[in-house]
């Protein structure tokens, strides 16, 4: 059965902090991996991965791709409280359906 | 923003009725979704559609229906409203292909209440 498991389910820092989200997936026929940011309405598209090694950066947000052991991380560093939100983890597999894990909600503090 | 309009965005329904949700898009993007996301199960995809007439299931779908008519709209229907049917309902567009993949872009959702 396909799975995405995101961890922490989880997590309040202080402004500042620096932090790291985990996304494991079992699916087959992997294409990419898909990052997500949710405050309150629409998940808004963060990153999209699709090979191994290769970090993708937006400002203090970054993330990486490991499709030999099959997990992704998202790095948030200086975190500010405009990144307080859900973040969804999901996977691109055959037949083009986003499979999603059940997201990691982040509370920052000032 | 990706071009793509919910409708309606509240609705409280009495149990046993049919309730129908649109979802428009201005971008022509082959594939539309229909998530819904509740507390504890992230987004579970309910149908989704490859093109004008070209539909299928997900991992949650007895209970609903979908419709493709136009590239530009895809319907959602509850033939029967249930109370476990209550959830903000997601649509989403992509233009993935069968060669490469692309991100998928969210409507603001819709509110659904079943009373």
């Known amino acids: 059965e396909d799975k995405v498991v995101q961890s922490p389910l989880s997590l309040v820092v202080h402004e500042g902090d620096t932090v790291t989200l985990n996304c494991s997936y079992e699916v087959t026929n992997f294409r990419s991996l898909l990052w997500y940011k949710q405050e309150k309405k629409a998940p808004t598209f963060l990153f999209m991965l699709?090979?191994?090694?290769i970090e993708k950066k937006s400002g203090r947000l970054s993330s990486i791709l490991d499709k030999k052991e099959l997990f992704s991380i998202l790095n948030i560093t200086a975190t500010q409280t405009g990144d307080s939100a859900v973040y969804l983890c999901?996977?691109?597999?055959?037949?083009?359906?986003?499979?999603f894990g059940t997201g990691t909600s982040l509370t920052v503090i000032p | 923003d990706a071009g793509i309009t919910q409708s309606p965005r509240h609705k409280v329904t009495e149990t046993g009725t049919p309730v129908t949700l649109r979802c428009h898009q201005t971008?022509?993007?082959?594939?539309m979704y229909w998530y819904r996301q509740d507390p504890g199960h992230g987004l579970r995809l309910i149908h989704y559609?490859?093109?004008?007439?070209?539909?299928d299931k997900g991992e949650v779908s007895d209970g609903y229906s979908v419709s493709r008519s136009k590239t530009e709209d895809f319907l959602l229907t509850l033939e029967s409203a249930t109370s476990s049917q209550t959830s903000v309902y997601f649509c989403?567009?992509?233009?993935?292909?069968?060669?490469?993949?692309?991100?998928?872009?969210f409507g603001q959702g819709t509110r659904l209440t079943v009373v």
């Open positions: 559609s490859y093109g004008v007439k070209d539909t």
């Open positions: 699709t090979s191994s090694g």
């Open positions: 971008e022509n993007h082959r594939y």
């Open positions: 989403a567009i992509s233009e993935s292909t069968a060669i490469w993949s692309a991100e998928a872009f």
């Open positions: 999901a996977v691109d597999h055959t037949g083009n359906q986003f499979y």
